[in-house]
Nanobody, 116 residues
């Protein structure tokens, strides 16, 4: 099993910044990718950014130039630096890990609220 623990959400004014962290534990061998998704009220969960085992990153168009995904050297913690936040970035942000053994695993989510 894989456990994902997220932190770093909160309330911030538009134009501000937040940094999310997600640490994986448990059976975390053969990680294919880690990433962040978000879900706004009444909307479907959507990809924000991901990083694969080779370090290649992928971003949704709506965060390009504002958000940066990175990871630690052990490749078990992933970060999402969010700058120039907008009210439309408000939502629950979920950490995702894809491994060869267990497929897709999800964290509990952390709330991000951006006030105008």
């Amino acid at each position: 099993q894989v456990q994902l623990v997220e932190s770093g959400g909160g309330l911030v004014q538009a134009g501000g910044s937040l940094r999310l962290s997600c640490t994986a534990s448990g059976s975390i061998s053969s990680i294919k990718s880690m990433g962040w998704y978000r879900q706004a009220p009444g909307k479907q969960r959507e990809l924000v950014a991901s990083i694969n085992s080779g370090g290649i990153t992928n971003y949704a168009d709506f965060v390009k130039g504002r958000f940066t995904i990175s990871r630690d050297n052990a490749k078990t913690t992933v970060y999402l630096q969010m700058n120039s936040l907008k009210p439309e970035d408000t939502g629950v942000y979920y950490c995702n890990l894809v491994s060869l053994r267990f497929g897709s695993s999800w964290g509990q989510g952390t709330q991000v609220t951006v006030s105008s």
